[in-house]
C-alpha cells in the first residue's frame, strides 16, 4: 500500500470524549470569575485563581487534540508526542468505557523487538 492510498482514506478517529476536555475549560472559567471577584480585596488570592483558571483553559484545549488516528497502513498517536505505529507492531488498540460514555483510555501498544 502507498503513502497517497493511506492518506486518501478516512481514518477511525478515538479522541478525548467532549464532557471531558468542556468540564475543564468551564472549571476554568469560574475560576477567572472568582480571580476578577476577588482582584481588589485580596490580590494574591485574585493572582492564584487567574494562574489556576488559565492553566485549567490551557490544559481542556490540549486534552481535546490528544486521541488515535487509526489508518489502514498505521496507528497514529497524538499525546506529548505524535508518532505513527505499523500495524505490525501493534499488539492492541483498546477502549475503555467510563461512567457510561466512552473515555479517552485509548492507547496503542507497539511490540517490543
Given at each position: ?58 490544559q481542556?484545549f ?18 506529548f508526542?505524535?508518532?505513527s505505529?505499523?500495524?505490525?507492531q ?24
Amino acid at each position: 500500500m502507498s503513502i497517497e492510498q493511506c492518506a486518501a482514506e478516512v481514518p477511525v478517529q478515538i479522541r478525548t470524549a467532549r464532557r471531558i476536555w468542556i468540564q475543564q475549560i468551564v472549571t476554568g472559567g469560574l475560576w477567572l470569575v472568582l480571580a476578577l471577584l476577588w482582584r481588589s480585596e485580596r490580590p494574591l488570592f485574585a493572582l492564584y485563581w487567574l494562574a489556576l483558571g488559565c492553566l485549567s483553559i490551557a490544559q481542556g484545549f490540549w486534552q481535546r487534540t490528544l486521541g488515535i488516528d487509526l489508518r489502514s497502513c498505521s496507528a497514529n498517536l497524538r499525546g506529548f508526542r505524535r508518532r505513527s505505529i505499523a500495524w505490525q507492531q501493534v499488539q492492541a488498540v483498546v477502549h475503555h468505557r467510563r461512567l457510561g460514555t466512552w473515555g479517552s483510555g485509548s492507547f496503542a501498544r507497539a511490540a517490543s523487538r
